[in-house]
């Protein structure tokens, strides 16, 4: 296994979504021993703190299509220059969220250093809704769509560009619930989409080589990771704030991330959505760090 140089950054936003408590994930996972566990295995780590989010602002928008607009269009500005940053250093960025908003950030940051960037979206929901077609106006629940292009200007065009990934580069695994508008988004750009019932189907094994044989398909020089708490069963990850039965296993998990490992493909991770108020006992932090384990190369031999 080669020894990666690691930079871990928080991003303590709560702004993309209502429920309180999502902006104290990145302490969770630390707490959890995230850094420990990747030194361990033998990587190099630098954690580089958190992003100041202001949270004076976060009943400052007056676009009640997009809750909190500017605060999350400032916040994700800050995040994508930090990730350019360690990505022009050679480093590979690990992102702690967070609600799912922060995609937004991380994407824009990374994706200027390919020509080709994958995205492997593991994850509940589809997070492809825009202002027209959200039910709630949450941010968390449009980042995919922005970073396609799709959605407010101010969102798109962070850091000066879109958009941040192709259509035909995006894998989406775990999901279960998606609104109306963003089926016919999927159907409309061609994603591909593992949903439950592929997974039931066909089992997690054939899945994620499946979606690696796609990735390397579409000639991706880079992935990136987007992995939501909530794509795994709620039984595993209570304190997410939007959790939906029936998901990936705990197992499962360790498995894709495992495979992902093996395959090479992975050049960028962030873990969002870990909600320590709704939590029992740092459950779901503890999971998300043993998941970074299999990703970044664990074995129990």
């Given at each position: 296994?080669?020894s990666?140089?690691?930079?871990?950054?928080?991003?303590?936003?709560?702004?993309?979504?209502?429920?309180?408590g999502?902006?104290?994930?990145?302490?969770?996972?630390?707490?959890?021993?995230?850094?420990?566990?990747?030194?361990?295995?033998?990587?190099t780590v630098?954690?580089?703190?958190?992003?100041?989010?202001?949270?004076?602002?976060?009943?400052?928008?007056?676009?009640?299509?997009?809750?909190?607009?500017?605060?999350?269009?400032?916040?994700?500005?800050?995040?994508?220059?930090?990730?350019?940053?360690?990505?022009?250093?050679?480093?590979?960025?690990?992102?702690?969220?967070?609600?799912?908003?922060i995609?937004?950030?991380?994407?824009?940051?990374?994706?200027?250093?390919?020509?080709?960037?994958?995205?492997?979206?593991?994850?509940?929901?589809?997070?492809?809704?825009?202002s027209?077609?959200?039910?709630?106006g949450?941010?968390?629940?449009?980042?995919?769509?922005?970073?396609?292009?799709i959605?407010?200007?101010?969102?798109?065009?962070?850091?000066g560009y879109?958009?941040?990934?192709?259509?035909?580069?995006i894998?989406?695994?775990g999901a279960?619930?998606?609104d109306?508008?963003?089926?016919?988004?999927?159907?409309?750009?061609g994603?591909?989409?593992?949903?439950?019932?592929?997974?039931?189907?066909?089992?997690?094994?054939?899945v994620?080589?499946?979606?690696?044989?796609?990735?390397?398909?579409?000639?991706v020089?880079g992935?990136?990771l987007?992995?939501?708490?909530?794509?795994?069963?709620?039984?595993y990850?209570?304190?997410?704030?939007?959790?939906?039965?029936?998901?990936?296993?705990?197992?499962?998990?360790?498995?894709?991330?495992?495979m992902?490992?093996?395959?090479?493909?992975?050049?960028?991770?962030e873990f969002?959505?870990?909600?320590p108020?709704?939590?029992?006992?740092?459950k779901?932090?503890?999971?998300?760090?043993?998941?970074m384990?299999?990703?970044?190369?664990?074995t129990?031999?």
């Open positions: 296994m080669e990666l140089k690691i930079s871990m950054i928080g991003v303590p936003m709560d702004m993309g979504q209502l429920r309180r999502v902006d104290m994930g990145p302490s969770a996972i630390r707490y959890a021993g995230a850094v420990e566990r990747l030194i361990n295995i033998g990587h630098i954690d580089d703190g958190d992003i100041y989010i202001d949270h004076s602002k976060k009943e400052s928008s007056t676009n009640s299509a997009l809750r909190n607009l500017e605060a999350v269009i400032e916040a994700n500005t800050k995040l994508a220059q930090k990730v350019h940053e360690i990505v022009e250093k050679g480093r590979f960025p690990l992102v702690l969220g967070g609600d799912h908003s995609a937004i950030g991380t994407l824009a940051g990374i994706s200027d250093h390919y020509e080709n960037l994958g995205v492997i979206w593991y994850d509940a929901h589809a997070d492809m809704n825009t027209e077609t959200s039910p709630s949450n941010i968390h629940g449009m980042p995919l769509a922005v970073s396609m292009g959605g407010d200007e101010g969102l798109v065009n962070i850091k879109a958009p941040k990934v192709k259509p035909e580069n894998v989406i695994i279960r619930s998606i109306q508008g963003e089926k016919e988004l999927i159907r409309e750009k994603i591909k989409v593992y949903s439950m019932h592929e997974i039931d189907r066909l089992g997690m094994t054939d994620i080589q499946d979606a690696i044989i796609y990735l390397k398909g579409q000639n020089d992935v990136h987007s992995l939501d708490l909530d794509g795994i069963d709620p039984i990850t209570p304190g997410v704030g939007t959790p939906v039965p029936g998901g990936i296993t705990y197992r499962e998990s360790h498995l894709a991330m495992e992902l490992q093996e395959s090479g493909l992975v050049t960028s991770a969002v959505e870990v909600n108020i709704l939590d029992e006992r740092n779901t932090a503890d999971v998300a760090v043993a998941l384990g299999s990703l970044f190369g664990e129990l031999v």
